[in-house]
T-cell receptor
Framework: DTGVSQNPRHKITKRGQNVTFRCDPI?????LYWYRQTLGQGPEFLTY????????KSRLLSDRFSAERPKGSFSTLEIQRTEQGDSAMYLC??????????????FGDGTRLSIL | AQSVAQPEDQVNVAEGNPLTVKCTYS??????LFWYVQYPNRGLQFLLKYITGDNLVKGSYGFEAEFNKSQTSFHLKKPSALVSDSALYFC????????????FGKGTTLSVSS
């Protein structure tokens, strides 16, 4: 049983560069979520997909951020023109909806982004 | 607005003693409540959830949590702590009427000494 997979695990880049992260959810899960976690804080919701449709976006998701899930399987999160404040752990989660009961979200190990 | 409060940044307990990690929440509708654990440089691992029914919920690794609607609390408990339980614990809430996003607390670091 493979869990949620995120790549890369770490990304170091210079301010102003673009970065892209990938998330492969648990295979049968139709919902996929992106969260951001900064040091000393809990994860904060960014956006989620049901299959290929992006159904909800947080106000945290500025216009420099874009997420896609083109075939309803893996997802990518791109940050354009990175800023110091983008340094964080980016977490992906997936769940099965509706499933039996209220299915929990299962998280990947995250991509840690460091902006120089 | 939805929110979760974990009033203790750190909880220290000796191995073999009972532990409690506190969580209170605020939602406008009915809550779904969750506990997750995070080890260094890892993602979050699901421990347990409360959706409806029995107020005492049992989860993974011997953890349990008690839902108290009048006190809007969902404290995490374990009868006998292990050193390996040392980690960062997050409480999360989802307002059934407000969407699917989880709202997390800031986390509580549990330290179990031998």
């Amino acid at each position: 049983d493979t869990g949620v997979s995120q790549n890369p695990r770490h990304k170091i880049t210079k301010r102003g560069q673009n970065v892209t992260f990938r998330c492969d959810p648990i295979s049968e899960h139709n919902r996929l979520y992106w969260y951001r976690q900064t040091l000393g804080q809990g994860p904060e919701f960014l956006t989620y997909f049901q299959n290929e449709a992006q159904l909800e976006k947080s106000r945290l998701l500025s216009d420099r951020f874009s997420a896609e899930r083109p075939k309803g399987s893996f997802s990518t999160l791109e940050i354009q023109r990175t800023e110091q404040g983008d340094s964080a752990m980016y977490l992906c989660a997936s769940s099965l909806y509706p499933g039996a009961g209220n299915q929990p979200q299962h998280f990947g190990d995250g991509t840690r982004l460091s902006i120089l | 607005a939805q929110s979760v409060a974990q009033p203790e940044d750190q909880v220290n307990v000796a191995e073999g003693n009972p532990l409690t990690v506190k969580c209170t929440y605020s939602v406008s509708g009915n809550p779904y409540l969750f506990w997750y654990v995070q080890y260094p440089n890892r993602g979050l691992q699901f421990l347990l959830k409360y959706i409806t029914g029995d107020n005492l919920v049992k989860g993974s690794y011997g953890f349990e949590a008690e839902f108290n609607k009048s006190q809007t609390s969902f404290h995490l408990k374990k009868p006998s702590a292990l050193v390996s339980d040392s980690a960062l614990y997050f409480c999360a809430v989802r307002d059934v009427q407000a969407g699917t996003a989880l709202i997390f607390g800031k986390g509580t670091t549990l330290s179990v000494s031998s």
